[in-house]
């Protein structure tokens, strides 16, 4: 008799077992399970090929281009040349007005005086190629026209405009200066 009643509740609690799986597998509820998985990247490599064309070898190689010191500047505008000071030289810079240092004369010496003679009033030196802004002038000195004109780094002297064979100073138009 004891077998018989264990036989019974293990086929209750089996019985049991069976309601609840099929209880909780029937539920209206839908289970939600997240799949993670890894894409490969794809690389795609494209590769342009353009034909280059190649000029016909000549019988005798044409002759290497001379080379220049510096580049030449030619003013935009007409300069006008003119007398600012009747014992001096001829002048093409105007006052109140922009230049740029002549690659023709090397770098440009910009004095505490007007006065050329002794070397000891150079303050700087203004570069071929550099803006420069004529503040005030000329005077003469050694039949040299001389310029108060100021840097861009706000050195402010005096610097010859030529020694009358040679330009040291051209004229630019304010447009022109780099910014």
Request: aromatic share 8%.
């Amino acid at each position: 008799m004891h077998s018989k009643t264990f036989s019974g509740r293990a086929l209750s609690l089996i019985g049991l077992s069976l309601l609840l799986f099929t209880y909780a597998c029937s539920s209206p509820t839908p289970q939600v399970v997240e799949v993670t998985r890894i894409v490969p990247t794809v690389l795609i490599v494209t590769q342009i090929v353009t034909p280059v064309a190649t000029a016909e070898p000549t019988a005798t190689p044409p002759p290497p281009p001379t080379p220049t010191l510096a580049p030449t500047l030619v003013p935009t505008e007409a300069v006008q040349v003119y007398y600012p000071l009747a014992e001096c030289g001829p002048s093409i810079v105007k006052p109140g007005g922009h230049v740029m240092v002549s690659y023709q004369g090397g770098k440009s010496a910009i004095r505490s005086t007007p006065d050329m003679a002794p070397a000891g009033n150079i303050i700087g030196y203004a570069l071929p190629g550099e803006y420069l802004k004529v503040i005030s002038g000329p005077v003469c000195n050694y039949q040299r026209l001389m310029w108060m004109v100021e840097t861009a780094y706000g050195l402010t002297g005096w610097t010859p405009e030529g020694d009358g064979e040679t330009w040291y100073l051209i004229p630019v138009a304010w447009w022109e200066i780099p910014p």
